[in-house]
């Protein structure tokens, strides 16, 4: 069983930056694929990344190509979403999640088997 910690949410001013982190545990990084989602109140769960931990490759949904992008710190087992020029459309509660086999060609539709708790991101000046 694979355990999942979001951190690094808050409030920022459109345009700033954050650092979001997903700690994974007790296993390395490169034995799951870690995808990114988030969820806004009232709209469906939106994939924003996903990390192939066997393969190497990122995939980034449209809407956050150029300004998101994804980091690993193997040592901790952590990785990172660094998140630029955040606009009030960015305004979410992410979550990190994790799955065995690589980034899926749906892998968008969250076919992920462990999710963590979800930490908020709100954008406004």
């Known amino acids: 069983q694979v355990q999942l910690v979001e951190s690094g949410g808050g409030l920022v001013q459109p345009g700033g930056s954050l650092r979001l982190s997903c700690a994974v545990s007790?296993?390395?990084?490169?034995?799951?694929?870690i995808g990114w989602f988030r969820q806004a109140p009232g709209k469906e769960r939106e994939g924003v990344s996903c990390?192939?931990?066997?393969?190497?490759?990122?995939y980034l949904a449209d809407s956050v190509k150029g300004r998101f992008s994804i980091s690993k710190d193997y040592a901790k087992n952590t990785l990172y979403l660094q998140m630029n020029s955040l606009n009030p459309d960015d305004t979410a509660v992410y979550y990190c999640?994790?799955?065995?086999?690589?980034?899926?060609?749906?892998?968008?539709?969250?076919?992920?088997?462990?999710w963590g708790q979800g930490t908020q991101v709100t954008v406004s000046s």
């Open positions: 007790p296993f390395t990084l490169d034995s799951y694929s």
């Open positions: 999640a994790a799955e065995v086999r690589p980034c899926a060609i749906d892998w968008r539709q969250g076919g992920f088997g462990s």
């Open positions: 990390s192939s931990g066997s393969d190497g490759k990122t």
